[in-house]
C-alpha cells in the first residue's frame, strides 16, 4: 500500500491555520493539581493512617489525664487543660504532636529528593515552586486538622471523664484562644519541616535537626546569645521559645510567685501569646523562602 502525499496547496488557495499549541496551565491550576497529587500521596500511605490513629488515640489520653489536675472541689484550670489539649509543650519544648507527625513535613521533600523521584515531579508540574508549595501546603493543612481534631478529642473525652468523676468542668471557653494558637503554631510545623528537608537533603538529618534543635541546642544558643550581648530575654526571641510562649494557657494566675517563675522558665520566654505567634509565623515565612531557593537548586540523587 502506497503512502498517500501531501499535495501543495493550489495556487491562490489560503494556507491553513497552523494548529494551536497547547497552553500551560494557571498557577492557580498547577497548584491546585499539585495540591491533589500530594494529598494522594499521603493519603496512600499506610504510615499516615498509622500515624493519625495514634494520635487519636494519644489525644484521648490526655484529655482523661485532667483527672490527674483536678481538685476534689475545684475544676482543672484553663492553662492546665490548654497544655493537656496542645500535647504538653512546656513540658517537652515541643508538643509532643509535633514529633509524632514530623514524617508528614519530611516525607515528601526529602523522600523525593533522596530517591530521585523529584524529576518526575518537575516535568509534570514545570515549576519546582509550585511542587514545594503544595508539599508544604497540604502537609501543614493535614497536620492543622489533626491538631484541632486532637484537640477536640482531647476535650471531649476530658469533659466525660469529669462528669464521670462527679468533678466540676472546667472553663472550657477560655482555653479557646491558646487551642486556637496551638493548630496555627502546628500548622507552621510542617512547613519549617519541608523547609529543613529542603537545605539539609537528608531525612536523618532533618529530623535530627528538629528534634536537637528545639529540645536542646535553642536553649545553649539562648544562653550563649546572652552572654555574648549581655541582654537578657534574648533567647526568649528564638522561634521555639517564641513558639511556646504563643502556647502559653489562659492567664488565670499562678498559685504563688515561685508557681508562675517555674511556668516562665519552662516557656525560656517572655513574649506575649500573640507575639510570641507573630514572631515564629514570620520565622516560618523566612525558613520557607529559604526552603523553597534550596529545593529550586537541587539537584536530585
Known sequence: MSTPTRQPPAPGATPAPPAPLPQSPSASTALRRAAAYEWRHLRGLRSTWVLLALAVVLAVGNGVALLLVAGADAAPTPSA????????????????LALLLIAIGTGPVSTDLA????????????SRTTAFGAKIGVGAALTAAVAAASALSA??????????AGLPQPAWGQTLPALLRFVLVMACWPVVAGSVAALVRNRAGTVLVLVVWPLIAERL??????????????????PFAAARAAMAGSPDGAATAEDAAFARTMLGSDLTPWAGLTVYCLFTLALAVAGAWAYRRRDTA
Open 221 to 238: 544558643t539562648g544562653l550563649l546569645l546572652g552572654r555574648l550581648t549581655g541582654a537578657d530575654g534574648l533567647g526568649g526571641w528564638l
Open 81 to 96: 487543660v490548654a497544655d493537656a489539649l496542645q500535647w504538653s509543650p512546656a513540658a517537652t519544648q515541643v508538643p509532643m
Open 155 to 164: 476535650g471531649a473525652a476530658g469533659a466525660l471523664s469529669l462528669a464521670l
Open 115 to 126: 530517591r530521585g523521584a523529584a524529576r518526575t515531579t518537575w516535568l509534570t508540574l514545570a
